[in-house]
């Protein structure tokens, strides 16, 4: 995003011009400011509150200077991320998701929400078991993305914890092929107590998952 953005300006996240008019269009009721003003005032207090070293050290040099967008973005959560990225301008949402290996942009949206509030969850220890997501991810047909043709389909494994644990293999592949995140999620599932009560087809596993070109 920073690499997309940046082409047309170390201050594009501040740029209306470089996002999509609706990001300005969109007025919360409550407090009477765009989506793209409460972006700011988001990215703008993490930086004034960060304690980290090149903040400081930016701050300090520049004083009174606004960070470019490389060195915001170094401060973004995955929520304040997400938030951006749905703001970007529809050409720019499409480059960053082929990055990814995402065949669309409004499918790419959707899972970063999806990640977003599940990373949320998990964060304050909420239950996140036997659980259906609260943002449904858009899927892809299995024509556009082969690795997830085996959910294609099936509700209940794309709307729980397996579907979640899907997207982030697929994004962690394209990432880094070589990443030990799908082996060893894996073998914690593998773990998972035998009972007749509580298995894993309740979090969406369909059978024989981890033999699926995805996880092997």
Known sequence: MTLQLGKQGADAHRNPKALHP?????????????????????????????????????RTKYFGEIPPIWIAAELWDFGTMSFLYAGMRKSDQIAVAKTFNVPSFDVMETWLRS????????AHHSRFWNKPSVVQPKWPSAVDVPDLGHIVGDTNAQTRIYGLACLCAHLLKSIN??????????????????????????????????KTNLWS
């Open 22 to 58: 609706n990001f300005l269009r969109q007025i919360n009721q409550k407090t009477g400011k765009s989506q793209h003003a409460e972006w700011l005032a988001r990215n703008d207090d993490a930086f004034d509150r960060s304690k980290e070293e090149f903040a400081k050290h930016f």
């Open 115 to 122: 990640i977003n509030v599940a990373r949320n969850i998990c």
């Open 177 to 210: 092929p070589n990443s030990t995140w799908l082996p060893r999620f894996k073998s914690t599932v593998s773990d998972f107590p035998s009972s007749t009560v509580v298995n894993l087809k309740s979090a969406g596993f369909p059978a024989d998952w981890d």
